[in-house]
């Protein structure tokens, strides 16, 4: 069964940005939310 992957919201610092990259890291799939477009580069 495929799990649905989580939504972390502001993946650009912080806490958002430790969530999706320890989840990364245990090789999750992240859907990720941030506020400015131009703040927006891959974790």
């Known amino acids: 069964m495929n ?3 989580p939504v972390i919201t502001c ?5 958002g940005q430790a ?3 320890e989840a990364i890291a ?3 799939r992240v859907i990720g939310t941030v ?3 131009s703040t ?4």
């Open 35 to 37: 506020r400015n477009e």
């Open 40 to 43: 927006r580069r891959s974790p």
């Open 3 to 5: 799990a649905i992957p």
């Open 11 to 15: 993946i650009v610092n912080g806490f």
């Open 19 to 21: 969530l999706t990259k």
């Open 26 to 28: 245990q090789r999750h």
